[in-house]
Every structure is written in C-alpha cells, then in structure tokens.
C-alpha cells in the first residue's frame, strides 16, 4: 500500500546480531499491528500498537508507536534463525472521532533471514 | 482451538472455471476476514463480514468474484470465471468480539490458487 511504507525490504544478518524494521505512515494512526509470517503460512500476530509513545516488548521482540502515531519500528535483540520469516506491519487508520476504521492496510512487508 | 481452517490448500484450475475457497472461523469470533497476497501488491483485504453480514466489499477487484457467509461457522470465496491474474494466496482470518472490528485477527494456512 502506498498508504504505508516498510523499510527495508529484505534484510539478511547473523545470528546473534540485533536488527530493526521500520513502517511509516503518511497519516496519523488509530493502531498499528505487527505480524510475522512464514513461508506458506499464514500470519501470525505479533503486538498490537494504539497510544503515542507506546512500546510493547515478547521476548526479544520490541515494538514501539512515535508520539506522533505515525511511525513505528520493530526491533529484534540477538537474533535467532527462528525469528527468519516476513514482517508486516498492518494499519488502521482510524476515523473522524477517534474510532477504529475497520480495516487494517498492510505494508509491502519485510523479509528477514538469519543466518546460523 | 483449531484456529481458522481453509480449503482447499491448493488449487489448481484452468483459465474460465468457476473456483471456490472455503473458510471456517474460529468459533465465537463474529468478523471474517478474506485477503488476497500477490508478490507485486502485497497483502490486500478483499472484503469482511460482522456476524454473516458484508460490511466492506470495497476490496473486491470486480464482479467474478464474490463472498458468502451463510451461517457464523462457514464463509465461502468465489471466482467466475477465474483468469490467470487471479493467482495469488487468499488468507481468511477472524477475529475475537471485543468490540473493536480491527481487533487480533487469527488468519487461516491460506489457499494457493494457480490459474493456467
């Protein structure tokens, strides 16, 4: 969606090391979703993301909401090659009145490997 | 819980027949959701029901296809004549009735459709 946009595409480390996934928004947000999908799965949901400034941490996978509530970043800390897989992050953009849109919009996605 | 179950998981078919995919929630859960996922445009939301109604179809690319959900446990996705732009994994997902529509969704395997 041009609505959203993830960065980066594609991103290879090593095991062990800590990585980063960013998703913006050109509007402000009423919730941002982070999922993590493998290969011929389905996806599956990782947090959930609704007030300004907010960050929610699942093991070594940190989500943070900038105050704005338009951007928003996925940090993972020491890398495993179980976290390899395609991060999404899904937008509900909310409507006049501070009440959910009612649909999510997803980025493009983000392919992470990880190598042992 | 079984979580949302699709069929088929693959599907096959030739250019002008008729393709239908199959979807049940989990069960309590009152939204479903189907979504389309291509290489080129991603995850994109093809239309959602709240207890059996559609609510938004504007995701729908046009009149081959449509959605059906005759009863709280089955939701069908139906494509005549299917045409080979159609390819593409289609997620069903459903979600908890917390009150906010864009709430966790749980998504299905998905079905991978090949049109020759």
């Known amino acids: 969606s041009q609505e959203l946009e993830q960065s980066p595409q594609s991103l290879i480390v090593q095991e062990g090391k800590n990585l980063t996934i960013n998703c913006t928004s050109s509007?402000?947000?009423?919730?941002l979703y982070w999922y993590k999908q493998k290969y011929g799965e389905g996806l599956i949901f990782l947090m959930m993301?609704?007030?300004?400034?907010e960050e929610k941490s699942h093991e070594k996978i940190t989500a943070k909401l900038d105050e704005k509530k338009q951007q928003s970043s996925l940090h993972i800390t020491a890398s495993q090659p179980s976290h390899a897989g395609i991060y999404l992050c899904?937008?509900?953009?909310?409507?006049?009145?501070?009440?959910?849109?009612?649909?999510?919009?997803f980025g493009q996605g983000t392919i992470l490997t990880v190598h042992p | 819980d079984a979580g949302v179950i699709q069929s088929p998981r693959h599907e096959v078919t030739e250019m002008g027949q008729e393709v239908t995919l199959r979807c049940k929630p989990i069960?309590?859960?009152?939204?479903l959701f189907w979504y389309r996922q291509t290489m080129m445009r991603g995850l994109e939301l093809l239309i959602y029901?709240?207890?059996?109604?559609?609510?938004?179809d504007s995701g729908m690319p046009e009149d081959r296809f449509s959605a059906k959900m005759p009863n709280a446990s089955f939701s069908t996705l139906k494509i005549q004549p299917s045409e080979p732009r159609d390819s593409a994994v289609y997620f069903c997902?459903?979600?908890?009735?917390?009150?906010?529509?864009?709430?966790?969704?749980?998504f299905g395997p998905g079905t991978r459709l090949t049109v020759l």
């Open positions: 997902a459903s979600s908890n009735p917390s009150g906010r529509v864009t709430d966790t969704q749980y």
């Open positions: 899904g937008a509900d953009r909310g409507r006049a009145g501070g009440t959910s849109y009612g649909k999510l919009t």
């Open positions: 993301l609704q007030k300004g400034g």
């Open positions: 029901f709240n207890n059996n109604v559609p609510i938004d």
């Open positions: 069960s309590g859960h009152d939204y």
């Open positions: 509007k402000t947000l009423y919730g």
